[in-house]
């Protein structure tokens, strides 16, 4: 799932995890400035993971590729 807007994330009363200066969106995995990001389970659905805010956090494309094939690894 792609998002461009990083204020979609969450609740209306929870901020965006993600690092933002400028309204630019930063990886929470390697750090780098964003285009487009996906949002990851922490832990993911098919290992007992929640779908809730606290377990989930934005990553770049690359990052949320690799993390997925070491989840199903």
Not at 10 to 28: D, I, L
Request: charged residues 20%.
């Amino acid at each position: 799932m792609i998002f461009a807007d990083p204020l979609s994330v969450g609740t209306s009363n929870s901020p965006p995890k993600a690092a933002t200066v400028n309204g630019q969106v930063f990886c929470e995995g390697c750090g780098a400035l964003c285009v487009k990001f996906e949002i990851d389970h922490i832990r993911a659905d098919g290992l007992l993971g929640e779908p809730t805010f606290e377990n989930s956090r934005l990553l770049c494309v690359p990052c949320h590729a690799e993390k997925t094939k070491d989840d199903v690894a």
